[in-house]
């Protein structure tokens, strides 16, 4: 299945691997070992600097942001990463969290199964379920959120119009989690007001979880725009809205590493 | 923080650690460390026999289905929990997935902070990401899928009526991801047709995702429940609603571990 579509050696397979939040004991024991065993990693900025940190310099490729403030585009990484392959290489696609969760992870899947490439998924743990953990914060919970729904802040830019329905978010009752959330807080917070949520409702905004430096700050749908501007949260921050949100007060004093 | 709580010798710290899907090498590095290091570990059936076996029996307390199939009450585990650590114990509450996902690990976490137990939180892989990806599908897409929603088909038997609103999880647009949703799949999937949900939306359903026999079922909104009954797909399973269930077929041929 792999001389054909490369240049008669065997083609490489094209690990995609989730980083999980930040913290490196939070990588799986596969994601570490593939990590030391792989020819090459690809990797941007969200892994954070104590994961990148640990790959050695003289086979880490940086797809992320380039000198000036551009963005690699997608179509070079995954030309990239076709081409690595075809060299015969091992290959890590590193992302931030879990790959396949807002992480341009199932572009890069299809892209790959398509050029013939063997590729496969290791998941990650999600920064929409561990930055939450990392406050307190369960993100159910079986008196007061049967579901929970995770949205991105940052929306394709290339989108006429938000394809987020926060009305219909809104009418889940269930936990909101926003990722990548910090710059368009006041306009979501507005929409799901608007919508009929209770304008009491807990709201946590978790910045770097699991990071050195993490920080939080914690308010209601109304008041969440002031405690962030108040703590000064940056991005990379996770939001969590709902019941769950007021856990972190219950159960502060007693939890560790928080 | 200790003394006052216990009897006198200094209180020992729960670990509330998630597992990941089942298999081992999904563990997080620091699960691994904390299951070889804790003086006891609570585990009930979820993570898994590979998991499970790789606990020494001395330090394993079992608190899932008993002898003559009743489940332990979760006030027995509750109560232990904070009985260990007065004894001083390391202990680790193992859980399948993570801990903050329909694991009730929420409830665990506040029981033990009421009482006086520092309480730490592992995240583990959940399945409701974990089990798509293992079948070769991301739960988000930025052309078809803005949102992911995570609710259970196995809700709590003593509310009066069904507390997941399956009619706004169709509005949102996103993917839906049932956990245990085995045995109500026809409940449910009727209840997305009666909201107007396109009766072909594909659908996936993936049994033991990650362990040794791993199956998976596909079809659609209309058909899954036959494909279910065909493949003979049996609890545990996880169901993926949504288009991005048809990345499964684009994909498996070259989806390495599948």
Request: aromatic share 4%; net charge negative.
């Given at each position: 299945?792999?001389?054909?579509?490369?240049?008669?050696?065997?083609?490489?397979?094209?690990?995609?691997?989730?980083?999980?939040?930040?913290?490196?004991?939070?990588?799986?024991?596969?994601?570490?070992?593939?990590?030391?065993?792989?020819?090459?990693?690809?990797?941007?900025?969200?892994?954070?600097?104590?994961?990148?940190?640990?790959?050695?310099?003289?086979?880490?490729?940086?797809?992320?942001?380039?000198?000036?403030?551009?963005?690699?585009?997608?179509?070079?990484?995954?030309?990239?990463?076709?081409?690595?392959a075809r060299e015969g290489k091992d290959v890590v696609r590193l992302k931030g969290g879990d790959p396949t969760v807002f992480g341009r992870g199932g572009e890069e899947l299809v892209h790959l199964a398509r050029h013939g490439v063997p590729v496969e998924?290791?998941?990650?743990?999600?920064?929409?379920?561990?930055?939450?953990?990392?406050?307190?914060?369960?993100?159910?919970?079986?008196?007061?959120?049967?579901?929970?729904?995770?949205?991105?802040?940052?929306?394709?830019?290339?989108?006429?119009?938000?394809?987020?329905?926060?009305?219909?978010?809104?009418?889940?009752?269930?936990?909101?989690?926003?990722?990548?959330?910090?710059?368009?807080?006041?306009?979501?917070?507005?929409?799901?007001?608007?919508?009929?949520?209770?304008?009491?409702?807990?709201?946590?905004l978790i910045e770097r979880a699991t990071w050195p430096g993490q920080q939080v700050a914690t308010g209601t749908l109304d008041s969440i725009v002031s405690a962030r501007d108040a703590a000064g949260i940056e991005p990379p921050a996770i939001t969590v809205?709902?019941?769950?949100?007021?856990?972190?007060?219950?159960?502060?004093?007693?939890?560790?590493?928080?």
């Amino acid at each position: 299945m792999s001389d054909d579509t490369g240049e008669g050696e065997a083609t490489g397979t094209v690990h995609l691997v989730g980083s999980g939040p930040g913290d490196p004991e939070l990588l799986t024991v596969k994601a570490k070992r593939l990590l030391e065993t792989a020819d090459v990693v690809l990797h941007d900025k969200l892994p954070g600097p104590e994961i990148i940190g640990m790959i050695p310099e003289a086979k880490r490729e940086d797809v992320g942001k380039r000198a000036g403030g551009e963005w690699t585009p997608q179509e070079y990484t995954n030309r990239r990463l076709v081409e690595l392959a075809r060299e015969g290489k091992d290959v890590v696609r590193l992302k931030g969290g879990d790959p396949t969760v807002f992480g341009r992870g199932g572009e890069e899947l299809v892209h790959l199964a398509r050029h013939g490439v063997p590729v496969e998924i290791v998941p990650g743990i999600t920064s929409a379920v561990a930055g939450p953990a990392a406050a307190g914060i369960p993100v159910t919970h079986r008196d007061h959120a049967s579901s929970v729904s995770f949205v991105t802040g940052h929306e394709d830019p290339t989108k006429a119009e938000s394809a987020v329905d926060w009305a219909a978010l809104a009418a889940t009752g269930g936990t909101i989690v926003v990722l990548m959330g910090v710059g368009k807080l006041p306009d979501y917070t507005a929409a799901l007001r608007e919508a009929g949520m209770d304008p009491e409702t807990p709201v946590a905004l978790i910045e770097r979880a699991t990071w050195p430096g993490q920080q939080v700050a914690t308010g209601t749908l109304d008041s969440i725009v002031s405690a962030r501007d108040a703590a000064g949260i940056e991005p990379p921050a996770i939001t969590v809205i709902g019941d769950v949100a007021a856990t972190r007060a219950d159960v502060l004093e007693f939890l560790v590493g928080a």
